[in-house]
């Protein structure tokens, strides 16, 4: 592939959750070979990249999220040949690959681990985050985990406990012990070397805590409300500011970048959540010396309203200085974006044209989680059919992960809609999305999928959406509206993020016309050429060459 060391500023990402995308075996879980069959499909999008899940070889308790050996392919995914030849084609067909890198904890399962524990004196003794129990027995702090209780877990044979944010069964890793550091680097240059074009860091913000191991505060009234949980999670009522989220996670991330700088072309994007999420991800990035993007919690948690997505923008906006930020409206831990906003049965089409059309206008990378180009809602899924561990453990209040990993829909008149023809497949097919499946859009010139391939175009074609400058007006509920500008070119952006009509009056400060074939769901008024009309969900660009000063 041609040289590019910006390739990812602007790039259109797109997430694959691989359990779930094609299965190709016949065993119900999707796989690499399944990926490598839909790259075509994948490039007819126009997108730049393509971010996998993990496919690591793992006992599967936080499906793949709990790994087991870091260079090694599991079975249930394929072999380390089937990866090579889906890098290959991928790069033949101009699509650069991201692999989803664990490095926060493991699996109890992993050797590092089983020595570990084995003893206080063995050569990874220190490899996991341990620590003694207070004089009563009790943990050695206060610090909760993702999955609900304590994030310490008790271990009979070395007599302490072992820190993980997530499951029991993902002790943290310790990376304040440079050996640790060192095999982290040593297993980015295998994948490095063999070609991958980048990394998405998970849980970067849980990387380095507090070595004091000191107690987290209470979160207060004012505070800062969590994006990346549900309020019914009790780690919400901790303010999270030594157990992750720490400042130390800033050198680690200078370290990292310095090394990967010795392979050309290649990107590191990093999530961050926490209680400030936005915060986070623009002190996680920055020009040269620091990840080449990050992506945060403020849009992938909101419903999607007028306060939400101007307030998030504009935060991003004064706290990003020369980093950049990857933006995201749905992934695989979020409900889908169309039933987050509660968008009636009726307008789910043009509520998913109108975040489309949102978050590939703003300025950053964007990455688009597989199914979100079909305008599919969330899953609703019976309590029998839930697989995920935090889903089941917070049910019902928090159900919102399983119904986002279903199996993608292919053909409408298929098993499973086409995803697998195994009797049973790892996680139910939801029978709803059978009308929104790929065979269903694919020649329908109004479908979803079909907008999706001319939004990623047309960003293409405008340099201002894809690196130009934004600014965020001040606009009334439920409208919301930023001019993306270069030099010589402006592009007002307008949303209404409401089911119902409104009208808008643009602005005096150019002379705009509305951009044809794109906007969608509005028109200028025939009484007053400066007023527009937006149906619900309705949205429109408006182009100005000559810009005034």
Known sequence: ????NNWWRGAVIYQIYPRSFVDMNGDGIGDLPGIERRLDYLASLGIDAIWISPFFKSPMKDFGYDVSDYRAVDPIFGHIDDFDRLLRHAHQRGIKIIIDEVWSHTSDQHHWFHESRASRTNSKHDWYVWADAKPDGTPPNNWLSYFGGPAWTWDARREQYYLHHFLSSQPALNLWNPDVLKEIFDIAKYWLDMGVDGFRLDALHTYQHDPELRDNPVRVANDVIPMDMPLSNPMSYQKRIYSMGTPHVVPFIEKLREYVNQWPDRCLLGEAGGDDSEALAASY???????????????LGSRMTHHDVSETVKRVEQKLGDGWLCWATSNHDTVRV?????????????????????????????????????GLPQAKLAFEDLRDPYDISLYPEHAGRDGGRTPMPWHKEKPNGGFSFAPETWIKFW???RDLAVSVQEHNSDSVLNHYRRMIGFRKQIPALRDGDIHVLDTPEPIVAWVRKTDDYVLLCIFNLSPDQQNWTLPDDNTYSMVSGISNGSEISVENDRQVVFHPYGFGFFGCTQPKA
Do not use: I, W
């Open 1 to 4: 592939m041609s040289g590019n």
């Open 338 to 374: 169309v039933s987050r906003m509660h968008a009636p049965d009726h307008l789910h089409k043009e509520a998913a044209l109108m975040v489309m059309a949102l978050g590939l206008s703003l300025r950053g990378s964007y990455c688009m989680y597989q199914g979100e180009e079909l």
């Open 285 to 299: 990035v920055q020009t040269g010396k620091r990840l080449h993007m990050a992506y945060s919690f403020g849009l």
């Open 431 to 433: 029978e709803p999305h």
